[in-house]
């Protein structure tokens, strides 16, 4: 655990110089659990396929069949129409506080309609799938939240390696995340005295 300490100590700013696109944070304490920890863009399909992977629903057929349809939503279609009625954007926050009466006005509604039924069907079967008795819904967003580490007790350097290529692909597959080279630096040292931060 002293070594791990140290190594930070001494490579902290070369890590983060050598990576300027990843927001790398360090710690270390006395009696901690060693572990690698990642910060995933889970979206709510993500959250959806896993409850269906899983058998989440209990066989409950209403709620799978909900969210099926829900993964089947046409969010390009529904961002598109958003935009449907120039000057006004259904999204905007704070308008049911500014404009509570939008959704009564023809002139609006009537250029929205396509939006308005996507989004309604799909607010509908969100709701619908999270209605579980037990918090299904929020017990798998728990579950992904905890992939997001690896515990590394007794590891060596290639257990650490492991962990993060394996947090490096999720994050790939997640949020399609390219890892960015770097256009100068192509090797690193440890404890490089010749380093100079911003190179």
């Given amino acids: 655990m002293n070594l791990n300490r140290e190594f930070y100590e001494r490579n902290y700013?070369?890590?983060?110089?050598?990576?300027?696109?990843?927001?790398?944070?360090?710690?270390?304490?006395?009696?901690?659990?060693?572990?690698v920890t990642t910060e995933l863009d889970f979206k709510t399909e993500d959250v959806?396929?896993?409850?269906l992977q899983k058998g989440l629903f209990n066989g409950d057929k209403a709620r799978i069949e909900a969210a099926k349809a829900y993964l089947k939503t046409d969010w390009k279609t529904?961002?598109?129409?958003?935009?449907?009625?120039?000057?006004?954007?259904?999204?905007?926050?704070?308008?049911e506080e500014d404009n509570p009466e939008?959704?009564?006005?023809?002139?609006?509604?009537?250029?929205?309609?396509?939006?308005?039924?996507?989004?309604?069907?799909?607010?509908e079967q969100l709701e619908t799938l999270k209605s579980g008795p037990n918090q299904e819904f929020e017990r798998a967003k728990n579950s992904l939240i905890m992939c997001q580490r690896i515990d590394l007790w007794c590891a060596g350097p290639k257990e650490v390696e492991a962990a993060v290529r394996h947090?490096?692909?999720?994050?790939?597959r997640v949020n399609n995340f390219v890892p960015d080279t770097p256009e100068y630096i192509?090797?690193?040292?440890?404890?490089?005295?010749?380093?100079?931060?911003?190179?």
């Fill in 13 to 35: 700013t070369e890590l983060k110089a050598l990576n300027p696109v990843m927001p790398i944070l360090l710690r270390s304490g006395d009696n901690c659990m060693p572990a």
């Fill in 48 to 51: 959806v396929k896993y409850m």
């Fill in 78 to 95: 529904i961002r598109y129409e958003r935009w449907a009625c120039p000057g006004f954007d259904p999204e905007k926050p704070y308008l």
């Fill in 102 to 123: 939008w959704k009564t006005d023809k002139s609006i509604t009537s250029k929205l309609g396509k939006y308005i039924d996507l989004k309604s069907a799909a607010e």
């Fill in 167 to 172: 947090l490096g692909e999720l994050g790939r």
């Fill in 186 to 199: 192509t090797e690193w040292y440890p404890g490089n005295e010749d380093f100079v931060p911003g190179f």
